[in-house]
């Protein structure tokens, strides 16, 4: 296989720029995810992969949900608060301000359009992400005008 053509190949898929977060008891994570998809109308699923050496990744097989905070398209500069180690001081998440979601406790960013919180109901562990099947049990909408940020919008790739 020629690499360099995979890499263009896979890069050509859409995604969105998301940031998942989870809760463990008090214990709270977060960090920026992109390969997100509905997976199902009736129950409401969704798929995420989430690299399996991060710290969501130990909170969402812990507490076996996760929620999904869904960046709008002016939000380059929150997201990247969200790429590197999570910090938690009061009601704040990486400098952002959060509740917690009535079904997981996992944190919702106020300043964030949408949100969806999940169960999760199926683990695909291959390679160096793992793939997180939830249930969508809980959703939310603060601004419904706001058109979501997508990857290839940020002239950022992951992926390839």
Do not use: C
């Amino acid at each position: 296989m020629d690499a360099q053509a995979k890499k263009v190949a896979l890069r050509a898929i859409n995604y969105g720029l998301f940031i998942l977060t989870a809760a463990d008891g008090d214990e709270l994570g977060a960090g920026g995810v992109n390969w997100l998809s509905q997976a199902s109308f009736a129950p409401p699923l969704v798929m995420v992969a989430v690299r399996a050496d991060s710290n969501t990744h130990a909170l969402i097989e812990r507490a076996n949900a996760f929620a999904i905070n869904v960046l709008a398209e002016d939000q380059l500069e929150i997201a990247k608060a969200f790429f590197g180690t999570s910090t938690i001081e009061g009601d704040l998440v990486n400098g952002y301000r959060f509740e917690r979601g009535a079904h997981t406790g996992a944190p919702l960013i106020l300043d964030l359009p949408y949100w969806f919180e999940t169960r999760v109901t199926d683990t695909v562990k291959r390679g160096d992400h793992t793939i997180f099947v939830g249930e969508v049990v809980n959703a939310g909408v603060r601004d419904d005008s706001a058109l979501p940020l997508s990857l290839r919008a940020t002239g950022m790739n992951y992926g390839g």
